[in-house]
């Protein structure tokens, strides 16, 4: 039997989660939810399912939500749906506060239910061989870990947009957390180890964006002893 899901966000990248779940014989939209109804009216209308004003109003009817909105309102549908035993999918980052993350996958835990963030990243097949090679020992000791990121998402295919919630610093903090959580769920997950310490610089260039992170250099040390560098701009 199919998984019915709801989709809470239907931006941009929802768009890419709906055409893959319309695909999936295992999965079937049942609705949208989206503070702008003319968004959510027509991702209903092709991908499937009704539009509802609130999770609320369709939560009894789905297995799993996906939670697609920007960062900063992730922690509340995600825990209105596992306390309703949802299943729950929530995009990258999965929050703005640690606290918020922590408090989502807490709630998952004790309630039985999947809470996943959408890393996909790690389903890139240059990254999984990167990964295999690494626990191969093929390299040795990995000593130092080094990563580049250059041109950020910030809402206008490269351009800075003032009016998206990615140059918001009260929705979402700018690139370090919006683009720098591919890079360290990477680094996390490629040398299957953890951090323990951080130290970095944070830049605001943006005049008109004063509290608008756009490039950042962090300096990382893993349990395990290895250094990384993830330096983005
Ligand atoms: N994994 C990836 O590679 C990848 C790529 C793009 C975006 N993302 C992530 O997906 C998330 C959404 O990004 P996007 O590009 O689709 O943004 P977007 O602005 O295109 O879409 C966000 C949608 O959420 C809706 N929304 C805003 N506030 C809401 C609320 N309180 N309740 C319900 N709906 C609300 C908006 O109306 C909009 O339709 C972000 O966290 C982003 O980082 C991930």
């Known amino acids: 039997m199919a998984i019915k899901v709801i989709v809470v ?20 939209i049942i609705g949208a939810v989206d503070v702008d109804a003319a968004k959510m009216e027509a991702y209903a209308a092709k991908h499937g399912g009704k539009s ?11 297995d799993a939500i996906y939670v697609l909105t920007p960062p900063s309102f992730r922690r509340q549908y995600a825990i209105e749906a596992i306390e309703a035993g ?15 993350g922590k408090t989502i996958a807490e709630a998952a835990q004790k309630k039985g ?7 996909n990243q790690r389903y ?7 990964k295999d090679i690494v626990a191969s020992g093929e390299l040795g000791e990995v000593y130092h870990f080094w990563c580049h990121r250059f041109g950020m998402g910030a809402g206008g295919n490269g351009q800075v947009r003032l009016d998206n919630w990615r140059t918001n610093a009260d929705l979402c903090c700018g690139m370090t957390i919006e683009s720098l ?10 040398l299957d180890d ?6 970095g610089y944070v830049h605001s260039t943006v005049v008109d964006l004063p509290d608008f992170d756009n490039s950042a250099q962090v300096l990382i040390k893993m349990k395990k002893g290895t250094s990384a560098v993830i330096n983005a701009s």
């Open 113 to 119: 239910v999947i809470a996943m963030t959408g890393f």
């Open 86 to 100: 949802k299943h729950v999918f929530c995009e990258k980052p999965l929050a703005i506060e640690p606290e918020d």
């Open 181 to 190: 959580s591919h890079d360290i769920d990477l680094m996390r997950w490629i």
């Open 9 to 28: 966000g239907t931006g941009g990248i929802a768009r890419r989660h709906g055409e893959a779940l319309v695909e999936n014989e295992n999965a079937e």
């Open 52 to 62: 509802y004003a609130s999770l609320s109003k369709c939560l009894s009817d789905v």
């Open 194 to 199: 953890e951090a323990v310490t951080v130290t």
């Open 124 to 130: 890139r097949t240059g990254y999984g061989r990167l």
